[in-house]
């Protein structure tokens, strides 16, 4: 029975591995926030896998993450990464820069997409920025061009917005109500929270807003770097690893790997499709 390790699981996660998230979602996944390492022994797994984490961390961080993983590993262990495609990207916004100054109606609205892939999650400054702006649009005449960038992740975003629009819809029209009690208890309960930070506000005055987007660039929602498939293998050989290879969501010489549906849906078809992916060995 191989040991398995799945890292910044978020909501895609298997009863066969070990989860870990820094922000635990179900009773089975461990909290810990994996800036401050990997929280196990030496050469404990077979396996570790982590998705689109590894652009969360500055450079310099991610080398020190990956030899945690290196760490973790035993001998002859593999590391299975998913990452955003930066040369897929860049083809994209290319291709799309080119056929926009021709003319081309339909590639100039794709391009109103691609350009906030290219950029926005480095330079955000609030969570979703500009992109969760574009998939919370009531109405979106390049769905399917980005739906076949993002994927399953990009779906979700646009449903829990139709959600939300329903919902307020729908008390809009039943008049406000009251809120239930179990609210105004947490409301209660955040107070000194509340009020530690408004004494916070007044101490910093117009250094506050400092203070609040060095938080956000630290809270994991921004891409601090980027890889392709040169800078991973590249970085992956630095720390220890050997034969970094590319390959296809549902490849890999994970043993059953497909059954797991952690970078595929039950049908197949790819969660991110922005990603690519790369296994290497220690």
């Given at each position: 029975m191989k040991s398995l390790l799945n890292l910044g699981?978020?909501?895609?996660?298997?009863?066969?591995?070990?989860?870990?998230?820094?922000?635990?979602?179900?009773?089975?996944?461990?909290?810990h926030d994996l800036r401050r390492g990997v929280p196990f022994p030496d050469e404990q797994f077979d396996?570790?896998?982590?998705?689109?984490?590894?652009?969360?961390?500055p450079r310099p961080q991610a080398i020190t993450?990956?030899?945690?993983?290196?760490?973790?590993?035993?001998?002859?262990?593999?590391?299975?990464?998913?990452?955003p495609d930066l040369e897929r990207i860049a083809q994209v916004y290319l291709q799309s820069v080119e056929e926009a100054a021709r003319g081309d109606e339909q590639w100039r609205r794709r391009y109103e997409w691609i350009i906030l892939e290219v950029l926005d999650?480095?330079?955000?400054?609030?969570?979703?920025?500009?992109?969760?702006?574009?998939?919370?649009?009531?109405?979106?005449s390049e769905k399917g061009f980005v739906l076949e960038r993002l994927g399953r992740s990009?779906?979700?975003?646009?449903?829990?917005a139709e959600q939300v629009r329903s919902s307020?819809?729908?008390?809009?029209?039943?008049g406000a109500r009251p809120q239930p009690l179990t609210q105004r208890l947490q409301r209660l309960?955040?107070?000194?929270?509340?009020?530690?930070?408004?004494?916070?506000?007044?101490?910093?005055?117009?250094?506050?807003?400092?203070?609040?987007?060095?938080?956000?660039?630290?809270?994991?929602?921004?891409?601090?770097?980027?890889?392709d498939r040169y800078s991973l293998a590249q970085i992956l050989r630095d720390v220890g690893f050997h034969d970094p290879r590319p390959l296809g969501a549902a490849e890999s010489e994970i043993p059953g790997w497909a059954d797991y549906h952690l970078d595929t849906e039950p049908d197949g078809t790819i969660y991110k499709p922005d990603s690519f992916y790369m296994e290497a060995r220690k």
């Open positions: 699981c978020g909501n895609r996660f298997h009863p066969s591995w070990v989860n870990v998230d820094f922000d635990a979602r179900d009773a089975s996944v461990l909290s396996v570790v896998y982590h998705s689109h984490l590894l652009e969360h961390f993450f990956l030899r945690e993983t290196y760490r973790v590993l035993k001998p002859g262990g593999m590391t299975r990464i998913a990452v999650q480095t330079v955000r400054e609030r969570p979703g920025g500009e992109m969760g702006d574009y998939l919370r649009r009531t109405e979106m990009a779906q979700e975003i646009i449903e829990a307020n819809s729908g008390a809009t029209a039943q309960k955040r107070a000194p929270a509340f009020i530690r930070e408004s004494l916070v506000r007044a101490l910093l005055g117009a250094e506050y807003e400092s203070l609040q987007l060095g938080r956000f660039r630290r809270s994991g929602d921004p891409h601090l770097w980027m890889y």
